[in-house]
């Protein structure tokens, strides 16, 4: 079956987000002149935009593409937490699943936009842990929610607070005992991709992949031991790293030989901004519609290459995902 066929599986399918809740705000302006304050630029703003991050971002592509996606996260009582609940409630997408624990701060990211040009990007995390009661109820939640879902997916940004390593075990024992048989996929943090064992796929940037290890050498050889030893040491089923402008990597514990899928891209590079979430997306959703690990690994890898050649974040349907996957074997 072609990918194009396979994508149409994609409606209705029903997906489980759990990870960090965040807003992304853009800034947009141009540069007047030199400030008299330092010796930078001064950006006279025109227009600022706020948007859902992190999980979020990734659960307005799953609905874009045709999923149902399902939300279980954090944010703080606080005005951009209030943003985030808003946007969620504003696209129809159940909230239950979002705590509120007014112990933290909502993460934030702000991307400042001059003239086309991205100059400055701001963060904020977590600023505590997430507190014991609401980590209790993020469970209690995950053990009493409806077993209504083909696939879940674990966002851990690295923003602090809630993918503690003891959250992370005891997330994965509960998802494991209360879903049995439905593929858990991850983009772990860096620094604790091993805790994410034995689930059905993990994702990470090649060029974070190699750092992990401490790897200078790019090669063949040099990625492949990489690969191997994260399949290794986290005793999951599949590793993808994955790099939008040259060759991604599929290791399988199932097989021995490693699947390098070619560089889609053909476009320049307009923004990366939603790449990722594009690709986990669109994993979450061919794993749901039982779609095999390459050729969702290859629709994952169409998703992030259209979504670069687009102004950032903007969202297409899996109509218009067809439409550029024909024009590029057309081509």
């Known amino acids: 079956m072609s990918l194009v066929d ?8 029903k997906i489980l987000v759990i990870g960090e809740a965040l807003i992304d705000k853009y800034i947009f302006g141009y540069a007047n002149r030199i400030s008299p304050d330092a010796p930078v630029q001064n950006i006279k703003i025109e227009n600022t935009v706020n948007y859902l991050g992190g999980a979020g971002l990734v659960l307005r592509y799953i609905q874009s593409l045709g999923g149902v996606p399902q939300i279980c996260t954090v944010i703080g009582k606080d005005y951009e937490g209030e943003q985030f609940l808003k946007k969620i409630n504003e696209l129809k997408i159940n909230s239950s699943g979002i705590l509120i624990d007014a112990n933290i701060t909502t993460p934030q990211i702000t991307r400042i936009i001059a003239m086309n040009q991205h100059v400055l990007r701001l963060e904020t995390d977590y600023t505590k842990n997430i507190s014991k009661h609401t980590v209790e109820n993020f469970f209690k939640f995950i053990e009493t929610k409806p077993r209504s879902v083909e696939a879940i997916l674990i966002l851990d940004y690295g923003m602090g607070g809630l993918f503690q390593d003891s959250f992370i075990q005891q997330l994965l024992l509960k998802l494991k005992k209360k879903y049995q048989n439905i593929p ?7 620094s604790n991709y091993y805790l994410y064992e034995e689930i059905d796929l993990i994702k990470i940037n090649l060029q974070k992949a190699l750092k992990i290890l401490s790897v200078k050498c790019y090669n063949e050889t040099s990625i492949r031991i990489v690969g191997k030893k994260i399949l290794t040491s986290s005793k999951c089923k599949n590793v993808l790293l994955n790099y939008l402008e040259s060759e991604s990597y599929l290791f399988s514990k199932d097989y021995e030989k490693v699947e390098t899928i070619s560089p889609i891209l053909k476009e320049p590079v307009r923004s990366y901004v939603a790449v990722g979430s594009v690709i986990m997306a669109n994993l979450a959703l061919s794993y749901a519609s039982k779609i095999s690990v390459s050729d969702g690994t290859k629709i994952a890898l169409f998703g992030a290459a259209r979504t670069a050649s687009l102004p950032p974040v903007t969202f297409y349907n899996s109509e218009e995902l067809i439409e550029y996957i024909l024009s590029y074997s057309n081509n």
Do not use: L
Not at 6 to 13: A, G, L, Y
Not at 184 to 190: E, V
């Open 6 to 13: 396979e994508i149409k599986k994609f409606k209705n399918r």
């Open 184 to 190: 858990i996929i991850a983009r772990p943090h860096i």
